[in-house]
């Protein structure tokens, strides 16, 4: 069975770097969401996104950015790196909670960010 | 604000006991989920528990659910090595969007 895909799996970064995170859902999911997980620790929850829109966002710094494309896939758009940005990534996708009330958030393998 | 505990948040044990671990929630919720994950990787669905009382086992892991307590338990009958791993139980926030409000996680450790 298909699963939520994210790319790239790795990625090591400088301070001040740009990085861009993708996570192409399972098909048919119309809703995305992004976790940070740092060493040791539980996922928080970043941003989510509904049909292309914004749905709900949680702890993501303002140097971060994410958006929701045309063909469900989304991008997470992160700028001005800090060292405390090292973490993994992880992209979950889902449908709608109407449709889908029996079924879990499906997580990517998630991409591991070191910034140096 | 939905917070999520679990106690114990480290496990060692041996190959062949029982242990019961625990998920307690602040705030009312409709959905309550375990996951497991191993070093580095992705988070693995364990269970889903939609209502009062429900009761899903998978192998050597039975999670039940009761949501008047807010409380889940997650039992591990005659633990295996293979076990090995770190458990989350994780909540959907009642806010709308199906986002998930994780517990600390519980790192298991089983002993031959």
């Known amino acids: 069975a298909a699963g939520v895909i994210q790319s790239p799996r790795h990625l090591i970064k400088e301070k001040r770097e740009t990085a861009t995170l993708k996570c192409y859902p399972i098909?048919?999911?119309?809703?995305v969401y992004w976790y940070q997980q740092g060493p040791g620790q539980d996922p928080q929850f970043l941003i989510s996104?509904?049909?292309?829109?914004?749905?709900d966002k949680g702890s993501i710094p303002d140097r971060f950015s994410a958006q929701q494309f045309s063909d469900y896939h989304s991008e997470l758009n992160m700028s001005s790196l800090e060292l405390g940005d090292s973490a993994l990534y992880f992209c979950?996708?889902?449908?709608?909670?109407?449709?889908?009330?029996?079924?879990?958030?499906?997580f990517g393998n998630g991409t591991r960010l070191t910034v140096t | 604000e939905l917070k999520v505990e679990q106690n114990p948040l480290f496990l060692s044990m041996q190959e062949g006991k029982n242990y019961t671990i625990y998920c307690n929630y602040s705030?009312?919720?409709?959905?309550l989920y375990w996951y497991r994950q191993d070093p580095g990787k992705s988070l693995e669905s364990l269970f889903v528990?939609?209502?009062?009382?429900a009761v899903k086992q998978e192998g050597r892991l039975m999670a039940s659910l009761d949501t008047k307590a807010r409380l889940s338990t997650l039992h591990i009958t005659a633990a295996v090595h293979d076990l090995s791993a770190t458990y989350f139980c994780?909540?959907?926030?009642?806010?709308?969007?199906?986002?998930?409000?994780f517990g600390k996680g519980m790192k298991l450790t089983v002993n031959p």
């Open positions: 705030t009312t919720s409709d959905r």
């Open positions: 996104f509904y049909e292309k829109m914004q749905s």
């Open positions: 098909p048919r999911h119309d809703t």
């Open positions: 528990l939609l209502s009062n009382g």
């Open positions: 994780a909540v959907a926030d009642w806010g709308g969007s199906e986002k998930l409000v």
């Open positions: 979950a996708s889902s449908l709608d909670r109407g449709s889908s009330y029996n079924s879990p958030l499906h």
